[in-house]
């Protein structure tokens, strides 16, 4: 018998009410990630959004807060929104994956983020597809390459196609839906940059999501 692939699938209640699928996502043991988090992070946001901006996991504020980008990475991202001129508050914002990976180097210190793995990532998918299905956004905005791969497969390079209109692939996604997709970086990777090129990296995801501006105006 073949052995069953771990993951989220058997905890997402079948609904589109977004608070309802939020307080499932508590109880999620598709994946080893909620044994050390404080809480899930589900996505925020209108149901009605136009707009679906997905990043990474929620970091350590996040983790505490239980809200998704309220941290550095979130005050950077809110900086490039409202260059790119879209309110924060039209959209809908969520991560790949809704518990915080990290590792505790000492007693008593931060605690440091962990890239989630290939595993991590599809097991929490499905609370994913749930999101997109219950808010069926006309844009999609990957923000870093775990949630460009998470949606546009694993041999997708963020390097050779940010910026540029996307569609989701047709395979391996079970959803109905045909947004308009747009890849960039990741807020923290300006926040990690050197310093002396943060403004143009900022920039740079600024110019990506006046990509998805105008496609919100197209739609
Ligand atoms: N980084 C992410 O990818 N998501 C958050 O919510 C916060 C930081
Ligand atoms: Fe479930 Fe995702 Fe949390 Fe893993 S990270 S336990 S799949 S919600």
């Known amino acids: 018998m073949p052995t069953k692939v771990p993951g989220a699938e ?3 209640p079948d609904t589109h009410d977004l ?3 939020a307080d499932a996502s508590q109880a999620c043991r598709g994946c080893e990630l909620y044994a050390d988090a404080t809480q899930s992070v589900f996505g925020q946001g209108s149901a009605a959004a136009t707009v679906m901006l997905i990043g990474e996991q929620p970091g350590d504020q996040e983790d505490k807060a239980g809200a998704p980008f309220v941290g550095p990475a979130g005050r950077l991202l809110d900086k490039a929104l409202e260059a790119a001129g879209i309110d924060r508050g039209s959209v809908y914002v969520t991560n790949a994956v809704k518990h915080f990976k990290f590792t505790l180097p000492e007693r008593g210190k931060r605690r440091i983020h962990k890239t989630p793995s290939r595993t991590e990532v599809v097991a929490c998918r499905p609370w994913l597809m749930a999101e997109l299905d ?3 956004p006309d844009v999609v905005v990957l923000l870093g ?3 460009a791969k998470a949606l546009m497969g694993n041999d997708f390079r963020l390097t050779a196609h940010r910026g540029e209109v996307l569609s989701l692939p047709t395979t391996d996604l079970d959803l109905d839906l045909d947004p308009r997709v747009v890849a960039t970086v990741h ?3 300006v926040l990690r940059g050197p310093p002396e090129n943060r403004e143009q990296a900022l920039e740079a995801l600024t110019d990506d ?3 998805a501006a105008r496609l919100m105006g197209d739609s």
């Open 134 to 136: 219950a808010v069926r």
């Open 187 to 189: 807020p923290s990777s």
């Open 209 to 211: 999501l006046r990509v």
């Open 10 to 12: 058997d905890f997402v």
């Open 145 to 147: 390459a775990t949630a």
């Open 19 to 21: 608070s309802v699928l």
